[in-house]
Each structure stands twice: as C-alpha cells, then as structure tokens.
C-alpha cells in the first residue's frame, strides 16, 4: 500500500469519527432538538454517539478483516 493511500484511509477514518462523534450530536443539540427537555436531548445525543461509534468500530473490523486498512 502506497504512503498517500494510507494517509487517505487514515484521514477518512479520522473524519468520520470527528464528525459522527463531536459536529452530529452537537448540531443535533444546537438545531431541532434546542428546545427539548433535558432528557430528550440526553438520550438522543448519546444515542447518535454510541451508534455512530459502534458503527465506526464494526466498520473497521469488516475492513480489518477484508484486508482493506
């Protein structure tokens, strides 16, 4: 594997984490669910995290295991 295609796979691994972690649940919680009570807001922030997160760590096994990172 190429030195430029490892830090393309690296950089979109790191990406994806970024914004499905940090930038999503966070504009979740500045945009429509604002004017949420504090429990709706909880939950939903930390459900879109642990699924963007477990989402990311499959992922990563899959192409682990496929050979393809």
Not at 29 to 48: C, I, K, M, Y
Request: proline fraction near 3%; aromatic fraction near 14%; charged fraction near 10%.
């Amino acid at each position: 594997m190429t030195r430029s295609m490892v830090w393309l796979k690296s950089v979109g691994i790191f990406l994806y984490f970024a914004v499905g972690t940090m930038w999503l649940p966070s504009k979740l919680l500045t945009g429509p669910l604002r004017t949420s009570s504090q429990v709706v807001q909880d939950v939903v922030a930390v459900g879109t995290w642990g699924f963007v997160l477990l989402l990311g760590m499959w992922g990563l096994r899959y192409a682990q295991r496929r050979g393809l990172i």
